[in-house]
């Protein structure tokens, strides 16, 4: 229970200098069992603890982010006078280890960091003083832009540089609060429902985390969670007449295929063992050298990429980010041989495809002689 009275003299202990228009008080016993801070690193705080050598584990890792180096202040009253005793983040452990009780003063670390903030941020651009753009934007509208911002993630992704992971992520977040923001001015629902909508779902399917259920594994989680989702369509009163109905078709048809082939899976249609999965290649490979008409022959090749998909899945592998590195792999390769034929003085079209070959071979050995990044 937060006894406010403390907490005000804490802040008068403190002689904040800063011109603080708010700041969040928060129970800081409360962190024994959190994975996060429960302030924003836009907004100073305030936690009051009432017995932090309980706090000797978790409270190091909530500082080692953000505020590893951020400097602290720890404030403790000791009969009529006030402890005051500054640190940085990182150091927490050495200098809170042997103090029982008292307040911890976060500062501000970052400004505009909260979602809070982009949310007002985002309302502005759609207010009638904001952008003109923005305003006539619909959720049919901005569907090319949600498609091209989660395309845009997938490739930093593939590229593996976090600062590109950052802002692309930062770009799909605005699509996803632009449409909030638009559905919250006709009272349809705002971000805080999508929220608690995600938060309740998320909690209900992992009940071997947030209840007593026990699972073995990974697959028993899998399954469970196929169960669960079962239910939730009941309870919703939105059962579709198959499981894969709520799998969007408009996936790109090598994810829409190892998604259907999952979800079938996690119910029990599935091969036991790869063998057969691999001799159903063949298989089709051989179907489609007895096919004659374009219609057959379209279908069989429909059935050898189904099949090479199944391979994929059972090797744990994503098809389209196979397909995808494969693509990538050919671009570089066949850029290489755009550049060696440059050199030489001559076009694409001067080459014979003996020569090509030879190029593109030799595009393949720099690659694979190339030093490999961890």
């Known amino acids: 229970m937060m006894e406010f009275e403390k907490y005000f003299n804490a802040l008068k202990a403190l002689n904040l200098q800063d011109n603080i228009r708010q700041i969040r ?147 799909l977040l605005l699509q996803i609060i632009l449409h909030a923001q638009i559905s919250s001015e006709t009272a349809e629902f705002s971000i805080n429902d999508v929220i608690q909508g995600i938060h309740a779902k998320i909690t209900f399917r992992h009940p071997h985390v947030f209840k007593d259920l026990n699972v073995n594994g990974v697959k028993d989680v899998v399954h469970n969670w196929e169960v669960l ?9 939105s059962q579709k007449e198959s499981i894969l109905d709520s799998i969007p078709r408009g996936l790109p048809a090598l994810s829409l295929a190892q998604k259907y082939q999952e979800r079938a899976a996690r119910v029990g249609f599935d091969w036991p063992e790869i063998t057969p999965v691999l001799e159903k290649v063949l298989e089709e490979i051989e179907e489609l050298r007895a096919a004659h008409t374009k219609a057959e022959q379209e279908a069989e090749i429909g059935d050898l990429f189904f099949a090479l998909v199944n391979v994929a899945r059972w090797y744990g592998f994503s098809a389209e980010d196979a397909l995808r590195q494969m693509t990538l792999r050919f671009y570089q390769r066949f850029r290489q041989i755009e550049i060696k034929t440059a050199s030489a003085g001559k076009k694409l079209t001067d080459l014979s495809l003996e020569e090509m070959d030879t190029l593109w071979d030799q595009a393949k050995q720099d690659e694979s002689s190339a030093p490999q990044s961890d």
């Open 229 to 237: 989702k079962s239910q939730e369509r009941e309870n919703n009163k």
């Open 25 to 171: 008080l928060v129970d800081g016993d409360q962190l024994a069992s959190k994975h996060v801070l429960l302030h924003a690193p836009d907004e100073p705080g305030l936690y009051g603890f009432s017995d932090l050598k309980k706090q000797a584990l978790q409270l190091p890792k909530l500082l080692a982010g953000q505020y590893a180096d951020a400097r602290l202040t720890f404030a403790r009253q000791q009969g009529g006078a006030w402890q005051i005793e500054q640190f940085l983040g990182k150091n927490s452990h050495e200098v809170l280890e042997e103090k029982e009780d008292g307040f911890i003063f976060f500062p501000i670390i970052s400004k505009n960091a909260s979602l809070i903030a982009f949310r007002e941020l985002v309302a502005h651009l759609r207010a009638p003083e904001g952008c003109p753009w923005d305003r006539e934007q619909t959720h049919a509208s901005l569907k090319p832009n949600l498609l091209e911002e989660t395309y845009e993630v997938l490739d930093a992704i593939d590229d593996g540089v976090p600062a590109h992971l950052c802002e692309e992520l930062g770009d």
